[in-house]
């Protein structure tokens, strides 16, 4: 008997593939065999931890965003981007150690993390709270550096909105004289998605074993509303990522806007693409699959975006 929570589906392969629509999803059938095939989905995650169609095997696993804590500059409403590496101020090493004390039980298997010190700090202060993430060894990845704000940096946030709106721009998309257009900054996370897949790939394809049939979805009732582990439990693979706020904004409108992402229920698309506040969390699901000794994305959906209620508590 499943529970209220899980719901099970069952189809026979045909010559082509098929489409169904189940939960308001779209999945595909794939010809394999003319044996009955049964396909498990739960309201937690809609996902297996690992999956095999037509003999391909596939690995679902976590990635977890999160912003550094605030620096002097944030408080005083100066930009920073790359030239200026500025510590944590005070507040913002608590706001490190809220995200540590509110992360502690999620389990991690791989920690990416720029190589600027605002974000290595914040990344320590998470690993050092953590539960499960003692000896992990912390990648630090010059790809994860905040965006460059050319001749803009170090001076007033508002006069960088100001010139923004003179150039009929938006303050996300407008480039600074010598700064990173939003094109480069997006070249880099989807160079650091790739060595991301190849990582992790390297890490934990073998695990998976030969026979993916065999391998049960994660046992799980849906996550409740603002739990640390929303969308995770029981997915033994997942990765934290450590970086900055122009950055995941160019990361969350590329995962949704070039790569197909789903936004979570009741969240739009202006949320979604706005700046992360200092230390929020924002988390998805990811399916690789291995074609050609390459690992390539086959599918990604957002369980939360922006999250920061840890600070508030």
Not at 89 to 114: C, P, T
Not at 263 to 286: E, V, Y
């Amino acid at each position: 008997m499943f529970s209220p929570h899980v719901f099970t589906t069952c189809f026979h392969h045909r010559s082509s593939p098929q489409v169904f629509t189940l939960l308001g999803l779209h999945f595909v059938s794939t010809p394999v065999s003319t044996r009955l095939s049964v396909v498990v989905f739960t309201t937690a995650t809609m996902f297996r931890s690992s999956v095999n169609f037509q003999g391909m095997k596939q690995l679902t696993f976590g990635l977890t965003l999160v912003r550094h804590g605030e620096t002097r500059y944030n408080k005083e409403g100066l930009l920073q981007g790359q030239a200026i590496d500025c510590p944590l101020s005070e507040i913002g090493l608590q706001q490190a150690e809220a995200a540590g004390r509110y992360l502690k039980d999620v389990k991690f298997s791989n920690v990416f993390v720029s190589d600027m010190q605002r974000a290595q700090q914040t990344a320590e202060a998470i690993l050092k709270r953590s539960s499960w993430c003692s000896g992990l060894q912390m990648v630090c990845e010059p790809l994860l550096k905040e965006k460059s704000f050319g001749t803009a940096e170090g001076g007033r946030v508002q006069d960088f909105r100001e010139m923004a709106k003179a150039a009929g721009q938006s303050v996300l998309s407008f480039t600074a004289p010598e700064g990173e257009t939003q094109e480069q900054v997006k070249e880099r996370v989807k160079e650091f998605l790739e060595k991301m897949l190849l990582h992790i790939g390297a890490d934990h394809w073998d695990d998976l074993g030969e026979d993916e049939a065999d391998l049960s979805a994660p046992q799980q009732t849906p996550p409740a509303e603002g739990m640390a582990d929303d969308g995770v439990r029981g997915v033994p693979v997942h990765a934290l990522v450590v970086t900055h706020g122009a950055y995941m904004c160019v990361a969350v409108r590329y995962f949704v806007e070039e790569l197909g992402c789903s936004l979570p229920q009741g969240s739009d698309k202006a949320h979604a693409f706005s700046l992360s506040p200092n230390t929020g969390i924002c988390r998805f699901l990811l399916t690789m699959r291995k074609e050609d000794d390459r690992f390539k994305l086959a599918e990604m959906c957002c369980v939360f975006v922006h999250r920061g209620d840890h600070v508030k508590q």
